[in-house]
């Protein structure tokens, strides 16, 4: 058995026994107003053993879509009466870029490039040091949830390390619409992670600073799927749903790989005539940038067969603007090397 033990998780200066919940307050820093902030982590225990899975939202503080889809998941009780193991729910890493609308903390750094941290660091290096040092050492395996960036929209979907295997294997049992092979950033929570022998895929459905009731649904539906498949959940896991096709009815799952994004080769006003989750087929038009006092018009044509993962909402491109970001379709690897 893997998960051989009971244990009590201690979790800063708490004590969690098995088969109890528990909401930790872990310290940060003060604001200029004195006011201490905290990170809340939530802790659901089962008196059996299992593993112990990490969901984290709000690492990015503007990408909502994380933040409430774990929320949602602890309103509804998914971690109330777990069969095995232990959840650690995270709906806000990010507290200061929750605060004030932004993907980074104050200082202008962005948390999820600044693992492991360090306790003598900047604020998004102690938001990260908080995490290397005291949540994730008690982590078996995670989902981090996030969005686009930047009007930038992402169909529902994960991205996992190909090198892992273990990734793979939580990737699969997740089965998102989309499945993204991609490799790890270094500084990133995933990369940190990785190096502790923990597998971490990361979920994006959705744009920042908007919330979108598919992407919130995709993420609960797949967590329900992964606990499913780890014997934490006993109920019925939700079937998997692919993308919708161009009449909204639901088509096969897809895995992508050697994804790209298309660039803008002028400026101007853009629409999309295709979006994010559709096939495309090389050639077809896809979306159009216009001049303003209608001078010139450019197609935007799809560059193969594929789909297509995120889009721009930006009304307005320059020259090298992302518009698309496309995929092909690959099968899953195989006979990959194992994490530790
Ligand atoms: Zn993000």
């Not at 930790?24 to 905290?38: E, F, K, N, P, Y």
């Not at 593993?51 to 309103?75: W, Y």
């Not at 996030?146 to 892992?164: F, K, L, M, V």
């Not at 919708?244 to 080769?265: F, I, V």
Request: hydrophobic share 35%.
């Amino acid at each position: 058995m893997k998960y051989p033990e009971v244990a009590p998780m201690v979790l800063g200066e708490t004590v969690i026994p098995s088969g109890s919940t528990k909401t930790v307050d872990l310290q940060i820093a003060r604001l200029l107003s004195g006011t201490l902030i905290h990170m809340p982590v939530h802790v659901f225990r089962s008196d059996r053993p299992g593993p112990t899975l990490l969901l984290s939202g709000g690492l990015h503080g503007d990408e909502v879509n994380g933040i409430e889809a774990v929320r949602r998941m602890m309103s509804l009780g998914l971690f109330d009466n777990l069969e095995c193991g232990s959840v650690i729910a995270l709906p806000i890493i990010n507290v200061y870029g929750f605060l004030f609308f932004s993907r980074d903390v104050p200082d202008g750094k962005d948390v999820n490039r600044s693992f492991p941290g360090s306790p003598q660091g900047s604020l998004a290096s102690l938001v990260a040091h908080t995490l290397s040092d005291k949540v994730l050492p008690h982590v078996d395996l995670g989902v981090d949830f996030h969005t686009g960036g930047a009007s930038r929209t992402n169909y529902p979907q994960i991205r996992y390390d190909p090198e892992d295997s273990e990734a793979v294997a939580c990737a699969k049992a997740f089965g998102a619409p989309m499945s993204l092979a991609s490799s790890l950033i270094p500084g990133s929570l995933r990369a940190q992670a990785s190096s502790m022998g923990i597998p971490i895929v990361v979920y994006e459905g959705g744009e920042s600073m908007r919330l979108e009731e598919h992407s919130v649904k995709e993420a609960i539906r797949g967590t329900k799927r992964l606990l499913s498949t780890l014997g934490m959940l006993s109920q019925e896991p939700p079937k998997v749903r692919g993308l919708k096709d161009r009449r909204g009815r639901h088509s096969a799952p897809r895995h992508l790989n050697q994804t790209t994004w298309l660039r803008a080769e002028a400026s101007g006003l853009f629409s999309f005539e295709r979006e994010s989750g559709q096939a495309i087929a090389e050639g077809e038009l896809i979306g159009r940038i216009r001049n303003p006092y209608d001078s010139y018009s450019v197609k935007v044509l799809a560059p193969f067969d594929g789909f297509i993962v995120g889009h721009n909402n930006m009304p307005l491109v320059h020259r090298g603007d992302a518009l698309f970001h496309l995929g092909h379709e690959s099968d899953w690897p195989s006979g990959v090397g194992s994490s530790s």
